[in-house]
């Protein structure tokens, strides 16, 4: 949808180019397997979860539910990790050991395209509660 869109020109391109180059730069050429397992550590436990908070809080506020941001975020997050810890370091220790640095960009977004899939779905699965939750939350400061 046009709000995904939004997100990754917005929010997403900018935050992994910057957050991969930065790994790039600290952790040097995937010449090992021990290097492969520091970027791919480092692009799960640092570069995503706060990604992840930033996503759908975005998507809660381009979805005009502002004032349920925090609990948007604390109903997708955990789980959204949790499948990221599976699908992720898989996918980026492909990226850093077999890809080399002229094919990671469509690798990745290749990789982005399957996942964004799922981060979609858990996204929209949710909204018939965030929903109720949102009419709840209006009723209440209208009473």
């Keep these: 949808t046009l709000r995904w869109g939004v997100a990754g020109l917005v929010l997403h391109g900018p935050y992994f180019f910057q957050g991969f180059s930065m790994i790039d730069q600290r952790l040097g050429p995937a010449t090992?397997?021990?290097?492969?397992?520091?970027k791919t550590a480092a692009a799960q436990f640092i570069l995503f979860p706060p990604y992840l908070c930033l996503l759908f809080g975005?998507?809660?506020?381009?979805?005009?539910?502002?004032?349920?941001v925090e609990e948007k975020i604390k109903e997708r997050v955990p789980e959204a990790f949790l499948g990221g810890c599976i699908f992720w370091p898989i996918a980026n220790g492909i990226n850093f050991s077999l890809v080399s640095?002229?094919?990671r960009v469509p690798y990745l977004a290749a990789s982005a395209g399957v996942w964004n899939s799922y981060l979609s779905w858990a996204n929209q699965r949710g909204n018939?509660?965030?929903?109720?939750?949102?009419s709840s939350v209006q009723r209440e400061t209208n009473d």
């Design 58 to 68: 975005f998507m809660g506020i381009l979805e005009n539910h502002p004032n349920i």
């Design 128 to 134: 018939i509660k965030v929903a109720s939750t949102a």
């Design 32 to 38: 090992s397997w021990h290097v492969v397992a520091k």
């Design 101 to 103: 640095p002229t094919f």
